[in-house]
């Protein structure tokens, strides 16, 4: 019976025990336009060493982060230092230098250093570094943000390396628009047929009128000249 106890007791207890990691998990994300930004990542702190070539030595592939793979998510198309960059999840790498460094993003978002394909690299490009806060963690943040665009910054140890983010927000904005017509010109369709079905084919020709003044398609016209 006791043993018993101590089997049953003992993962319980096991699960109530948290303690803080070495490098927390973090997330920060950014509306540009209609698309969102996330990027996942976990944050390694100095704790008094050298990081940028040294820790982290420079012409070299890292993960840039600690754990898993660091990520950056988007919800729709965008450009990110002037690549195209389709709607989905990426892992992280860069390689960094003295100067300038090289950032990567692979279509795997589970790689690591370990197991990293060059060919799935959907974006490679340089980024010139600089001078930047001296902060104890790993830090990515977001500023000057508008509608079209945004930048985000990796920040370490007095390092700061900007990546360019950019939207085709009218592009965008006007596609949503032709989709919404094109959506609201059916329903208004259907409505009407729904009314003349029911006997109310007036009342259906006034909602078919509506559809053709939104969209006059050949669904609209066909749909006017059944009623």
């Not at 040294?54 to 754990?67: K, M, Q, S, Y």
């Not at 509506?210 to 050949?218: F, N, R, Y």
């Amino acid at each position: 019976l006791c043993l018993s106890v101590l089997f049953v007791a003992g993962p319980a207890l096991a699960q109530e025990l948290e303690l803080p990691v070495l490098s927390p998990s973090a997330t920060v994300s950014q509306q540009v336009g209609t698309v969102t930004v996330s990027v996942d990542y976990s944050s390694p702190g100095k704790r008094g060493r050298e990081i940028f070539g040294a820790l982290v030595p420079f012409d070299e592939l890292w993960r840039t982060g600690a754990n898993q793979a660091t990520t950056l998510t988007l919800t729709g198309d965008a450009t990110i230092g002037g690549k195209e960059v389709p709607e989905g999840t990426y892992s992280v790498f860069t390689i960094p230098g003295a100067d300038s460094w090289t950032v990567i993003l692979n279509t795997d978002p589970t790689a690591s250093t370990g197991r990293y394909e060059e060919n799935k690299d959907q974006a490679r490009f340089q980024v010139k570094s600089m001078t930047g806060e001296d902060r104890e963690r790993l830090t990515f943040v977001f500023r000057d943000t508008d509608e079209d665009s945004s930048v985000l910054d990796l920040e370490w140890a007095g390092v700061r390396v900007p990546v360019s983010i950019d939207v085709d927000t009218k592009g965008r904005g006007d596609k949503a628009i032709e989709l919404y017509v094109g959506r609201a010109s059916r329903s208004l369709t259907d409505a009407a047929r729904f009314k003349a079905e029911h006997g109310d084919v007036d009342g259906g020709l006034a909602l078919v009128e509506k559809a053709l003044a939104v969209d006059d398609s050949w669904f609209v016209m066909w749909a006017q000249a059944e009623l």
